[in-house]
């Protein structure tokens, strides 16, 4: 694994709590508060972008916490991740390219 596969794991996690938010049949907390709210379909899309946002700006600054871009509970250092070898999964700056490319770079 390398540092543009891991940021794409994060990707698709943060779609998929997305997508298990939004929809009320998912028996997740966030889909249960959006369901007891009664919301009808019009304003959903709406809310969909919320936490689409929400997500993005969470998983983006995780990611650039562990490479040491942004601070996480306010210490900011460079973290290791190593594989189940012992391979290093990503170099200093790795993750702050790829994580601004997967989230902002439209891809």
């Known amino acids: 694994m390398n540092a543009k596969e891991f940021v794409a794991c994060w990707k698709r ?3 998929q709590l997305l997508e298990a938010f939004v929809d009320a049949s998912r028996e997740t907390l966030g889909s249960q ?4 709210l009664g919301i009808r379909a019009d304003p959903m ?3 969909r972008e919320i936490i689409d946002g929400v997500l993005t ?13 942004a601070s996480l509970g306010g210490i900011q250092q ?14 200093p700056g790795e993750l702050e390219s790829e994580a601004y490319e ?4 439209g891809s």
Do not use: C, M, W
Request: proline share 2%; hydrophobic share 35%; net charge negative.
């Open 13 to 15: 996690e943060k779609e």
């Open 102 to 105: 997967q989230f902002h770079g």
């Open 33 to 36: 508060k959006i369901a007891s």
């Open 45 to 47: 899309p709406v809310i």
């Open 78 to 91: 460079e973290y290791e991740i190593h594989d189940e070898s012992g391979n290093r999964i990503f170099e």
């Open 57 to 69: 700006d969470t998983f983006y600054t995780l990611l650039l916490g562990l490479d040491g871009a």
